[in-house]
Nanobody, 123 residues
Framework: QPKLVESGGGSVQAGGSLRLSCVASEFALKNYHIGWFRQAPGKEREAISY???????VYADSVQGRFTISRDNAANTAYLQMDNLEVEDTGVYTC?????????????????WGQGTQVTVSG
């Protein structure tokens, strides 16, 4: 069964950094676009970053300039480097795959999701 597994979450002080990993198994990540989403307590899920398999990168305004998405196709892994973290970045972070590049924020276009990893930023 194709699977995505995130790791790297944790608790950090505001201004700190974390690097999330999203490991794909039973399929080749290089053939898919990858999205990162997060859901803060009491809020709707938010699309925060996207990387197409040719390499187009997009960020939500809320993380632009602080987060960096990347992928290592040889390792079948995507990453989200998060710097200068803010309390508002707290939430569960999830990666997902899609073959569709028409609307990267539309969660309905993603067909496989990881289980999520918790990120907690304290002030």
């Amino acid at each position: 069964q194709p699977k995505l597994v995130e790791s790297g979450g944790g608790s950090v002080q505001a201004g700190g950094s974390l690097r999330l990993s999203c490991v794909a198994s039973e399929f080749a990540l290089k053939n898919y676009h990858i999205g990162w989403f997060r859901q803060a307590p009491g809020k709707e899920r938010e699309a925060i970053s996207y990387m197409s398999f040719p390499g187009k990168i997009v960020y939500a305004d809320s993380v632009q300039g602080r987060f960096t998405i990347s992928r290592d196709n040889a390792a079948n892994t995507a990453y989200l480097q998060m710097d200068n973290l803010e309390v508002e970045d707290t939430g569960v972070y999830t990666c997902a795959r899609t073959k569709w590049g028409i609307d990267w924020k539309d969660a309905r276009l993603y067909d496989k999701w990881g289980q999520g990893t918790q990120v907690t930023v304290s002030g």
